[in-house]
């Protein structure tokens, strides 16, 4: 089955001129929504294919610098890194709008890559608020007694963020962590609640301890 078929060989140049052009005017006139311009961009290039390696991650790059220069600056969303994290379904949306059986409507691909912007405008924010939660957790703790047991875990819990490190941490999950025995790892994890590092919940062997990540997030 062929999935594509790239621009003949004997049209590529006044293809890409034509897309060139288009592109750089389209900068300047300022007559099409940032947005819009982004997923058109990503589709004609990727269309045209003009190389034969790289047409992918140079059309990514082109859209990212598409909504650069919608925004005047660094953009929130990374398209690059959103369409890698969902190349299957990627590669539904440009197999179907690269069909063209709307003619040259591209309605259906434009609706896909705009609520994909908003998908990476959202893991951006998240990024964002993970990292400002870790500056804000070591500044209120920087006074604590912590080791670098203790704080190898913190910054494990900090990195994976809310729900990233699935049942929390237990004792065992610590000990193989550090590289501590089991007495070591409770006694550790109990100074931290005490701390007030941790949250702790449960009890007994269901006794599980996280970070407090409503305040971290939203603040007290």
Partial sequence: MVHFMAVPRERLEVELDCFIAWFNQGR???VLD???RAGITH???VT???FEDG???I???LADLALAQDRGGDPLARMSNRILHIRSEYYAALEQAQSFHGALDITPWLTWFLDQVAAACAESEGVLRRTLAKGAFWIRHRASQINERQRKALNRLLDAGPDGFQGGMTTRKYASLTHCSPITASRDLSELAELKCLVMSGGGRSTCY???WETLLHGP
């Fill in 59 to 61: 059309s990514r790059i």
């Fill in 55 to 57: 047409n992918g991650r």
């Fill in 210 to 212: 996280d970070l407090p």
């Fill in 28 to 30: 300047e006139a300022g």
């Fill in 48 to 50: 045209i294919h003009p």
């Fill in 43 to 45: 589709l004609w290039f």
């Fill in 34 to 36: 940032g947005l819009l």
